[in-house]
């Protein structure tokens, strides 16, 4: 009998080695259609109840107001469900092979979303951006403030008939940064500060409120419209984590 019979024997049958499949070129494809597909699911489920959250907080919080202990805990809270939000907001961008919005808010605004609006809507925007603009930003923040300036302009085309707008990004200090969109058409002659009608500007409000900051909106009949986010240092605030993802 052979070294080898008696090892079979002594251990029982031992299975046939498997050959693995080659990884051909449709493996990176299907890599990038499960990166995409977890990037969905991440997004629809998990960033959009963690907003969810973070806004029932902000409702809680109002009615705490007369509570200074309340509110400090609260306001703890609210801080790591933006920390984490900023986290999955990178994720998301790696995941879908994208470099995000953290390091080039600006660039997507002056070479996207800007040409975009002109060219659909035949109005004349400019952009003005303090030189002491942040060189980056929480990712969550850059996906908001670029959506604030977006339904801003559409509104300003489509309610407004407006010709000219222009954006500013101010740096007013280490807390403080605003956003304006300006525009020079009819205004909105039903506007109630209180109660703003059109879920676009509801929209605003929230994603401003989000960050921690507040929206107001200053309309005349023929004056045009002044839409102003005002963002404090909750919305600056973020440790950036090492890429996860190198494949």
């Given at each position: 009998?052979?070294?080898?019979?008696?090892?079979?024997?002594?251990?029982?049958p031992i299975a046939p080695l498997v050959p693995l499949p080659r990884v051909e070129s449709g493996g990176v494809s299907d890599r990038r259609k499960i990166k995409e597909a977890l990037a969905r699911e991440l997004h629809d489920q998990l960033a959009q109840?963690?907003?969810?959250?973070?806004?029932?907080?902000?409702?809680?919080?109002?009615?705490?107001?007369?509570?200074?202990?309340?509110?400090?805990?609260?306001?703890?809270?609210?801080?790591?469900?933006?920390?984490?939000?900023?986290?999955?907001?990178?994720?998301?961008?790696?995941?879908?092979?994208?470099?995000?919005?953290?390091?080039?808010?600006?660039?997507?605004?002056?070479?996207?979303?800007?040409?975009?609006?002109?060219?659909?809507?035949?109005?004349?925007?400019?952009?003005?951006?303090?030189?002491?603009?942040?060189?980056?930003?929480?990712?969550?923040?850059?996906?908001?403030?670029?959506?604030?300036?977006?339904?801003?302009l559409t509104n300003a085309c489509k309610h407004g008939a407006a010709t000219k707008a222009q954006v500013a990004l101010r740096y007013v200090s280490e807390k403080v940064i605003v956003i304006s969109v300006s525009d020079n058409g009819c205004g909105i002659?039903?506007?109630?500060?209180?109660?703003?009608?059109?879920?676009?500007?509801?929209?605003?409000?929230?994603?401003?409120?989000?960050?921690?900051?507040?929206?107001?909106?200053?309309?005349?009949?023929?004056?045009?419209?002044?839409?102003?986010?005002?963002?404090?240092?909750?919305?600056?605030?973020?440790?950036?984590?090492?890429?996860?993802?190198?494949?």
């Open positions: 009998m052979s070294a080898a019979s008696a090892h079979e024997l002594a251990l029982g109840n963690m907003t969810s959250l973070l806004v029932q907080t902000q409702v809680f919080a109002q009615d705490q107001r007369d509570r200074p202990d309340v509110l400090a805990e609260v306001g703890f809270v609210q801080t790591s469900i933006r920390e984490m939000l900023n986290n999955l907001r990178q994720i998301l961008c790696e995941l879908r092979d994208q470099p995000g919005l953290s390091k080039g808010l600006v660039q997507a605004i002056r070479e996207g979303l800007i040409p975009g609006v002109e060219v659909r809507a035949g109005i004349k925007v400019r952009l003005w951006v303090s030189r002491a603009w942040p060189s980056s930003l929480p990712p969550d923040t850059s996906v908001h403030i670029y959506r604030i300036i977006q339904e801003a002659a039903w506007l109630d500060e209180d109660k703003p009608i059109g879920m676009g500007l509801l929209g605003m409000r929230e994603r401003a409120a989000i960050l921690g900051g507040a929206l107001t909106i200053r309309s005349r009949p023929r004056g045009g419209t002044t839409i102003t986010a005002r963002l404090n240092k909750e919305a600056l605030s973020w440790s950036p984590k090492p890429a996860l993802f190198a494949f």
